[in-house]
């Protein structure tokens, strides 16, 4: 039984460009660099709204929140979840393996009992053999 490293590209009914926009975003989204990201552009939005040469955006600052809060949520939401479906899908596929292994190693252990305990016997019998001449 030949076993083989399952990664996250492996496995997953849908294939192609969505698997890997949707696995690269939840990559991506799900790191600390992405909250420094968001944190530079909100502080530098707030900035250049107040001290900038145009105000586009003035202080509750409602277009910042509809765009950070409100579209990038509901957008980010839905391709973390299919990422994270992508990687369930990889980590049972491994999960699966990692059992037949195991079940693969029992069988050889077992196996190596026998095989002990008959040479066991062999050799009590030899035993018992010098042991009468």
Known sequence: MKHRLVHNNDVHPHSGFNKWLALLITNGVGNMWFFYFLMVFVGG?????????????PYPFALMLLIVGGIFQALAMVAIMVGQNVQAAASDAR???????LEAIHTLAAQSVKILE???????????????S
């Open 45 to 57: 939005w707030i900035l250049l709204s107040r001290l900038g040469p145009l105000s586009f955006d």
């Open 118 to 132: 008959g040479q066991n016997k062999i050799l009590a019998l030899l035993q018992a053999q010098t042991n009468r």
């Open 95 to 101: 999960a699966e393996t990692d059992h037949e292994t």
